[in-house]
Nanobody
Framework: QVQVVESGGGLVQAGGSLSLSCIVS????????VGWFRQAAGKEREFVAA????????YYADSVKGRFTISQDNTKNTVYLQMNSLKPDDTAVYYC???????????????????WGQGTQVTVSS
């Protein structure tokens, strides 16, 4: 049984940084794609970033490119999202999602991810 658990959200001032963690437990040796999505109040869920697991392929939404970095630690079954230069527009509930399979294009479609975490709130004050 694959489980996804996020942590690391919180309140930060604009320009600050936060690091989110996503533990994917129950994962087998088959390849996975792990993605981060976010949903702001009153808006639809949107793609943020994704990474191949194992592997090094990554993909970012244009809105976060150059500010956010997705990475993985296979020994800890954890995927990280380092968020720098945060803006008030980054305020949202951030979700981690995982799906079995090799890297594919596109990786931005939420409905194609099977396993989801409960979300963690990120609030950026101006």
């Amino acid at each position: 049984q694959v489980q996804v658990v996020e942590s690391g959200g919180g309140l930060v001032q604009a320009g600050g940084s936060l690091s989110l963690s996503c533990i994917v437990s129950g994962r087998t040796s088959t390849p996975y794609i792990v993605g981060w999505f976010r949903q702001a109040a009153g808006k639809e869920r949107e793609f943020v970033a994704a990474i191949s697991w194992p592997g090094t392929a990554t993909y970012y939404a244009d809105s976060v490119k150059g500010r956010f970095t997705i990475s993985q630690d296979n020994t800890k079954n954890t995927v990280y999202l380092q968020m720098n230069s945060l803006k008030p527009d980054d305020t949202a509930v951030y979700y981690c999602a995982a799906d079995r399979g090799a890297w594919r294009s596109p990786v931005v479609v939420a409905e194609e991810y099977t396993y989801w975490g409960q979300g963690t709130q990120v609030t950026v004050s101006s």
